[in-house]
Nanobody, 123 residues
Framework: QVQLVESGGGLVQAGGSLRLSCAAS????????MGWFRQGPGKEREFAAA???????YYADSVKGRFTISRDNAKNTVYLQMNSLKPEDTAVYYC?????????????????WGQGTQVTVSS
């Protein structure tokens, strides 16, 4: 497992942008698949995006074309650039990690989770 710490959440108006960051501990970060999940008020936790160690990406349909996931292995950090934000994007966003290259949208496939960062989009 790796330790994950998210940052970059906040309050933004609809149509605005935010960039989330997730700093990971561990010397083998480059061999982990990384991702982001989110949980809105009264909703179940849902997959948003994932990236493999070789930079393959996978997005939920709800964020495709608006969100971009990327990683910097030299800094042990993964990012989620969120553009054209909508009120329905309001959620706690969690950074996740799993060893290997498989990209999954199931939360059960990720064994490391951050504490979460709040994103609130006002209309």
């Amino acid at each position: 497992q790796v330790q994950l710490v998210e940052s970059g959440g906040g309050l933004v108006q609809a149509g605005g942008s935010l960039r989330l960051s997730c700093a990971a501990s561990g010397r083998t970060f480059s061999r982990y698949a990384m991702g982001w999940f989110r949980q809105g008020p009264g909703k179940e936790r849902e997959f948003a995006a994932a990236i493999s160690w070789s930079d393959s990406t996978y997005y939920a349909d709800s964020v495709k074309g608006r969100f971009t996931i990327s990683r910097d292995n030299a800094k042990n950090t993964v990012y989620l650039q969120m553009n054209s934000l909508k009120p329905e994007d309001t959620a706690v966003y969690y950074c996740v990690a799993r060893s290997g290259s498989y990209l999954s949208k199931s939360p059960y496939d990720y064994d490391s989770w951050g504490q979460g960062t709040q994103v609130t989009v006002s209309s």
